[in-house]
């Protein structure tokens, strides 16, 4: 499929042909949601800690004597049913990473350019260059062209005017091609791609 080529400045220029084998499946929830729970339990810290009776601070001495009380038996108040005891089976440090094969990612990732470019929220652009890296003619252009809430991504490398020109703007993130990924891709309103980065995608994903 062919699909219309900007610049920065919202003038044309020319058009692209994108793989419909990228670009051009139905999306699909399932593999989407699969591979955006990957991701998601990967980035969990999972540090999340309890203590237990062995490692709350009170005497360990047996609070009353064993008989003769009318009460139950108790050793010592490090125990789960006392106030400030210890915590029966709670967490521990661990990871909440999954396996997911590769191949499994690559198409969520192909799903997900998919999803943008059905959705109409895919804009194709020529390049990312900037003679100078000035935040606020960055912000003119990108409210110009209605950009909200925007991921764009380059080929292998990005513009360094560009990156340190948008390193402040709210609403705009920046990668590389290796770094385009399905949770970012579907979180942002409008996907923009570079002519490069159109290229390193398919190259990638094929």
Same mark, same amino acid.
């Given at each position: 499929?062919?699909?219309?080529?900007?610049?920065?400045?919202?003038?044309?220029?020319?058009?692209?042909?994108?793989?419909?084998?990228?670009?051009?499946?139905?999306?699909?929830?399932?593999?989407?949601?699969?591979?955006?729970?990957?991701?998601?339990?990967?980035?969990?810290?999972?540090?999340?800690?309890?203590?237990?009776?062995?490692?709350?601070?009170?005497?360990?001495?047996?609070?009353?004597?064993?008989?003769?009380?009318?009460?139950?038996?108790?050793?010592?108040?490090?125990?789960?049913?006392?106030?400030?005891?210890?915590?029966?089976?709670?967490?521990?440090?661990?990871?909440?990473?999954?396996?997911?094969?590769?191949?499994?990612?690559?198409?969520?990732?192909?799903?997900?350019?998919?999803?943008?470019?059905?959705?109409?929220?895919?804009?194709?652009?020529?390049?990312?260059?900037?003679?100078? %890296?000035?935040? !606020?003619?960055?912000?003119?252009? @990108?409210?110009? $062209?209605?950009?909200?809430? &925007?991921? +764009?991504? *380059?080929?292998?490398?990005?513009?360094?005017?560009? %990156?340190?020109? !948008?390193?402040?703007?709210?609403? @705009?993130?920046? $990668?590389?091609?290796?770094? &385009?990924? +399905?949770? *970012?891709?579907?979180?942002?309103?409008?996907?923009?791609?570079?002519? !490069?980065?159109?290229?390193?995608?398919?190259?990638? $994903?094929?």
């Amino acid at each position: 499929m062919k699909a219309d080529a900007i610049k920065l400045d919202g003038a044309k220029a020319g058009s692209v042909e994108l793989d419909d084998a990228i670009f051009g499946l139905e999306p699909r929830a399932d593999i989407l949601h699969r591979v955006v729970r990957w991701q998601r339990n990967n980035a969990q810290q999972g540090t999340h800690k309890v203590k237990t009776r062995s490692e709350t601070s009170y005497s360990t001495k047996k609070i009353y004597r064993q008989k003769g009380t009318g009460g139950a038996r108790h050793g010592d108040r490090n125990a789960p049913i006392f106030r400030k005891g210890g915590i029966y089976k709670g967490p521990t440090p661990r990871s909440h990473g999954h396996e997911l094969t590769k191949k499994f990612r690559k198409l969520g990732l192909r799903h997900a350019l998919s999803a943008k470019q059905s959705a109409g929220e895919l804009v194709i652009l020529d390049t990312l260059e900037l003679k100078d %890296a000035k935040t !606020a003619v960055l912000s003119r252009q @990108v409210k110009d $062209l209605g950009w909200k809430r &925007a991921l +764009v991504i *380059d080929g292998a490398t990005v513009d360094e005017n560009f %990156a340190r020109a !948008a390193r402040n703007l709210d609403g @705009v993130d920046v $990668l590389p091609s290796m770094g &385009a990924n +399905v949770y *970012d891709i579907l979180r942002s309103d409008t996907l923009v791609l570079t002519k !490069a980065g159109v290229e390193a995608l398919e190259a990638r $994903l094929k």
